[in-house]
RNA sequence: GCCGGUGUGGCGGAAUGGCAGACGCAGCAGACUCAAAAUCUGCCGGGGGCAACCUCGUGCCGGUUCAAGUCCGGCCACCGGCACCA
């Protein structure tokens, strides 16, 4: 008898032999394929590893060590997104230095991560918050200052009124701050802003030409919120003055009976003396720029507005005069602040007109407006619309575009949901932003050899009562002398968001000590791009896009070798607690994966972990299911007390094998771990039915198996067939010749219903087939005295027989 | 409101339009044991029948097809994201 499988025992083991040996370590090598996996880099939280970390990363180290197998070089990095608010918040809770709490914990991380036995490359380890790494940050961010796409600009912040720090807009839950429940107001502040949307369409267009999961395409494609319409003026009464609107429907232009400016339009100051009600206008817009985020959101449906007295506009496929309304529900950041009013064909404008009694004339027929507004624009012709009437919205829109173009009063414009890029915090534990602000000379970038620009130890890390940054106090660091005249000047004191760091890690990876360059072009050229990207889905419209956006300026900047920087992206879903809700503290259904690894194996959390269900749905914990993994991964360690002396695979299960090792082998590339480690299960399950197993067969099943639970296969590997490691081993081969049974079991269908069922050879001919069907005494009883209206075979699966009376 | 996803046994979940419920968990029975645990073996959707079998069954209603969990049309429920974007 063997003796028992012992994780503990065995899993260190192997960990400290793969450190030892260096097994996965790479380097530049032509003579193989390149294989570039990628995981998320975690943010270190005190917390520790949480139980859905492990999910997204064995999923790629399986993808990672079969790749091995199968010959190609594969990088496989991990690293440390490590600057962020957590890690601030706890520094100054416990005063202790963030680098402090950084490194701390850091280092417990990498040791659960090395508990899990994954196959990362530690040579290529990076950590954002290293002063070399965060160096090539700032210079990436001088690269894009110098091109015009970094630039300074004053924009309401979140401005928490209790904690009197400026908030991000993922601390703002609900309107009110994250910390501390307190109300959260705007406030103006200058600050620095990334220009995304200059790549707005380069981000869509490059979404053709790589392979993410659907799902990921549709939410960016939305996020960046293209949309194709025209820019119209209207002609303000009596004045030499139009009104610029923007309108997606430029064929409902007969049907605009107002329009509506936001609350913050220029107009309304221009022509203050002119504006008979003003001084109500300006208590308007005072209300409405009270409004915090979450009344804004709540008040939604309930219009509400003021007509301006004394300004009315004209239309000008019509020449009528039409009233301008002022109104919150136009935004100033969208569009040009001013729009069209058509309330026949457009909800909010027919909610609007409805409560103040406008006209609503209806211009595309096929609805009744004036009881709902009618916005389908596949169905229905114009009316009431001059030279349009007739046509189809889709032509109507051509036309009228046309028209405007010729008369000079409107022009073809693409809009976009997506902003620029908030790229200041107002906090410490950040990149320095490497700009210094020169009463002559204005904003000035460092010299790129100043860098890094150091964070300097402060006194205190809470932010000031002014909602600046900590390091504004700093009086010695902040005044300096400007790069350009020398003069007297001083630091930019705001910091980088959490995503900087994260825009670019998989480009170091590849060359992380590199104080040249932020990588060699020799190294890019052979990893890049990314092959396979996974990783969560709240990234898709932050940090995938951000990355996305930035590895496009490198592009252009000839900086790096390849547009887009990942081939493929995929999504893993969440793991939930044991009541189907998400993991808290406060519901008490956290598990800590240190206990599972602890009282089962590392190998046993890998193997449940990838069992638990489809990879990309969420899926509810279970301690129960642990236990059936180690039982899987018990009965495997016990076949060795079955081995027989024979070897190669018996002609019994020699089908099967090879059906496991394609079905294994398809199921990893496609992400359907589940249904993998299913296979491998029934495949232990026939050797216990047979009661033996062969080397050959023995060794194979180890092989398969060795991406999902490396320790105990490693194990078994050296214990009985020695010959190197086993992630050293060539992955098993399959031949499609023999997956398939020369003789398989058809079901014989009367009506659709399965009566009997026959054995058949596979390349049987119909006719055969059929007449041992007839045969068949339940078949010949249930068909006898009827009409055989048409038999279907479909080879090797299912003969149906249609009879009627 | 808009976008996306998901609805299949007691539970987690499998099924290129071709025998629904693979695999696992729980449960039941047997073997081993003084006994229990562990392990091994077998059974395991509902209703009916002594039985061989019959019949119903993949959220609901309809359709296409020899054949539908799967395709089409119309709903419902739950989960997630976005939200006055003209």
Redesign the pocket.
């Known amino acids: 008898m063997s003796k028992e499988y012992s994780p503990k025992d065995i899993e260190k083991k192997w960990q400290d032999i793969w450190d030892k040996e260096e097994a996965f370590k790479v380097g530049v090598d032509k003579t193989k394929p390149k294989y570039y996996a990628l995981v998320e880099f975690p943010y270190p939280s005190g917390q520790g590893l949480h139980v859905g970390h492990p999910r997204p990363y064995t999923a790629m180290d399986i993808v990672s060590r079969k790749r091995r197998m199968q010959g190609y070089n594969v990088l496989f990095p991990m690293g440390w997104d490590a600057f962020g608010l957590p890690t601030e918040n706890y520094a100054i809770k416990n005063k202790i230095h963030p680098k402090i709490v950084t490194k701390n914990n850091v280092e417990h991380f990498k040791n659960q991560l090395k508990a899990l036995g994954y196959s990362f490359d530690w040579t290529k380890e990076v950590n954002t918050t290293d002063e070399n790494y965060y160096k090539w940050t700032q210079w990436i961010f001088l690269q894009l200052f110098k091109k015009g796409l970094a630039y300074k600009s004053e924009m309401p912040i979140n401005f928490c009124t209790s904690c009197k720090v400026g908030l991000a807009n993922e601390e703002v839950v609900n309107g009110v701050c994250e910390r501390c429940g307190s109300e959260v107001i705007r406030k103006m502040q200058s600050q620095w802003m990334l220009k995304i949307t200059d790549y707005a369409d380069k981000l869509i267009e490059g979404l053709d030409h790589v392979d993410y999961i659907?799902?990921v395409k549709?939410?960016q494609k939305?996020?960046i919120?293209r949309?194709e319409?025209a820019e119209v003026e209207f002609r303000i009464k009596d004045k030499d003055e139009t009104l610029l609107?923007?309108?997606?429907?430029p064929d409902t232009l007969f049907g605009a009976t107002y329009m509506?400016i936001?609350p913050e339009h220029p107009l309304i100051e221009k022509y203050k003396a002119e504006i008979g009600n003003y001084d109500e206008i300006a208590a308007y817009r005072e209300q409405a720029s009270k409004k915090s985020d979450f009344e804004?959101?709540e008040?939604?449906?309930?219009?509400?507005g003021v007509c301006i007295n004394g300004i009315s506009a004209i239309n000008p496929v019509n020449n009528k005069e039409i009233p301008v309304w002022v109104?919150?529900?136009?935004?100033?950041?969208?569009?040009?602040?001013?729009?069209?009013?058509?309330p026949a064909h457009?909800?909010?404008?027919w909610?609007f007109a409805k409560k103040f009694g406008l006209p609503i004339i209806e211009v595309v027929a096929g609805g009744d407006v004036q009881n709902e507004a009618f916005t389908d624009v596949a169905t229905g012709k114009l009316c009431n619309s001059d030279f349009l009437n007739g046509m189809e919205v889709k032509d109507a829109k051509e036309a009228v575009t046309k028209w405007l173009e010729e008369k000079g009063i409107g022009h073809r414009k693409v809009?976009?949901?997506l902003?620029d890029w908030v790229f200041s915090r107002q906090r410490y534990w950040g990149e320095p932003i490497p700009i210094v602000k020169c009463p002559c000379c204005g904003y000035v970038p460092l010299d790129e050899r100043e860098l890094p620009l150091r964070l300097p130890e402060v006194e205190s890390y809470m932010p000031t009562d002014t909602g600046e940054s900590p390091l504004a106090a700093m009086r010695d660091w902040v005044e300096t002398t400007c790069p350009k005249c020398g003069g007297k000047a001083e630091r930019e004191t705001d910091t980088m968001p959490q995503w900087a760091g994260s825009s670019w890690y998989f480009l170091r990876y590849i060359d992380p000590d590199n104080d040249k360059e932020f990588a060699s072009k020799e190294a890019l050229e052979y990893w890049m791009p990314v092959d396979w990207y996974n990783g969560g889905?709240?990234h898709t419209?932050l940090h995938l896009l951000y990355s996305r956006f930035w590895h496009k300026f490198l592009y252009d900047q000839n900086l790096v070798p390849c547009d887009e920087p990942y081939r493929k992206r995929t999504s893993h879903g969440m793991i939930l607690g044991e009541n189907?809700e998400?993991m808290s503290k406060s519901r008490g259904n956290v598990v800590n994966p240190d206990d599972v690894v602890d009282e089962f194996g590392a190998d046993t959390l890998r193997t449940y972990e990838m069992?638990?269900?489809?990879f990309d749905?969420?899926?509810?914990w279970?301690m129960?299911?642990v236990?059936?993994?180690?039982?899987?991964l018990?009965?495997v360690w016990?076949l060795q007390d079955m081995m027989t002396e024979g070897d190669g695979y018996r002609s019994e299960i020699e089908t099967k094998i090879h059906q496991t090792i394609k079905k294994v082998s398809n199921d990893f590339e496609g992400l359907?771990f589940?249904?993998a480690?299913?296979?491998m299960?029934?495949l232990?399950?026939d050797f216990?039915?047979a009661?033996s197993i062969t080397k050959d067969e023995y060794a194979t099943l180890i092989l398969l198996l060795n991406p999902v639970a490396p320790h105990m296969t490693e194990e078994l590997w050296e214990m009985y067939f020695g010959n190197g490691r086993a992630y050293q081993q060539k992955w098993p081969e399959y031949d499609e010749a023999k997956t398939v049974e020369s003789t398989?079991?058809?079901?014989v269908?009367i009506?659709?219903?399965?009566?009997a069922?026959l054995m058949v050879g596979l390349d049987e001919d119909e006719a055969s087939v059929k007449e041992k069907a007839h045969v068949i005494p339940?078949i010949a009883e249930l068909t006898a005295g009827k009409n055989i209206?048409?038999e279907?075979y479909?080879k090797g699966?299912?003969l149906?027989i249609?009879a009627k009376n």
């Open positions: 659907e799902k549709v939410s939305n996020w919120g949309s319409g609107i923007y309108t997606t429907r509506v936001s804004r959101t008040l939604a449906k309930d219009k509400t109104s919150d529900y136009v935004l100033m950041s969208y569009g040009t602040g001013a729009i069209m009013a058509v457009d909800t909010r404008d909610d809009n976009f949901k902003r889905m709240e419209t189907g998400k069992f638990i269900g489809a749905l969420s899926a509810a279970s129960e299911g236990k059936g993994c180690r039982r899987f018990d009965r016990k359907k589940n249904t480690i299913a296979a299960m029934a232990v399950n216990y039915k009661n398989v079991e058809i079901a269908q009506n659709g219903k399965v009566k069922t339940v209206v048409k279907i479909v699966r299912i149906n249609v």
